[in-house]
């Protein structure tokens, strides 16, 4: 601890930090305990699994939070959950920053989303001898998921990136910069296709009640 503050609190605002210091080391060591429960706890122990779930991610309780196993974290803490959330199986959430989900978020399998970053030149970013020790510096930035968003199945998401209110990003996207609201993303480096409007809407229930194939007033216009 350098000048009152703290390695984890230097972490959580982005500042440089040791990553080997005592502080960061219990907190990550609680992460990765609790995962380790969570993704061991048979599903037939369903409020057993769920309750280790919100002892990993705190914000999670009383949230309606849904994460399928297994499921990895860092801290767990630096998690924040809106109402109604899901993440589907293996979401790997590196919440060196904090990472935000907002209400109605849905995460796909496979999804990355990673906050920690570390020096480009080497000898600023290997371990070294420093006054206090030999460690590395490492940095992050966080990640912010708006209402009602839908990340698909493999979507890598970079520190530092704000994905606005309502937007898609297609499966396999690796989103390195912010996303405007309403929006649908693909590719690598994720770029904006196109706007989701009304011409995307299908009639959810009048399509389920009448057993019809889900076709989109842009599908049927074959856009």
């Not at 420093?130 to 890598?156: L, M, Q």
Request: glycine content about 8%; proline content about 5%.
């Amino acid at each position: 601890m350098y000048n009152g503050i703290s390695d984890f609190e230097r972490m959580v605002d982005g500042k440089l930090y040791n990553a080997a210091s005592k502080d960061i080391e219990k907190q990550h060591k609680r992460g990765l305990v609790l995962c380790d429960k969570f993704n061991r706890t048979p599903v037939w122990r369903a409020k057993k699994k769920q309750k280790t779930l919100e002892k990993l991610i705190p914000s999670a309780k009383g949230k309606g939070f849904t994460a399928f196993a297994p499921l990895y974290c860092e801290y767990g803490v630096n998690i924040q959950v809106g109402k109604e959330c899901f993440v589907n199986y293996n979401g790997i959430f590196l919440d060196v920053s904090p990472i935000v989900l907002g209400d109605g978020v849905w995460i796909g399998a496979n999804v990355t989303l990673a906050t920690p970053n570390h020096p480009l030149v080497a000898e600023e970013r290997l371990n070294a001898d420093y006054p206090d020790g030999r460690h590395d510096f490492e940095y992050s930035a966080p990640i912010t998921i708006k209402n009602g968003c839908w990340v698909c199945s493999s979507v890598t998401i970079c520190g530092g990136v704000t994905i606005g209110e309502n937007s898609v990003i297609a499966a396999g996207a690796v989103v390195t910069r912010d996303v405007p609201p309403n929006s649908l993303v693909a590719g690598v480096p994720a770029r904006v296709v196109r706007q989701i409007d009304e011409d995307d809407r299908m009639g959810v229930w009048e399509t389920y009640i009448n057993n019809e194939m889900p076709l989109s007033k842009r599908k049927r216009k074959g856009d």
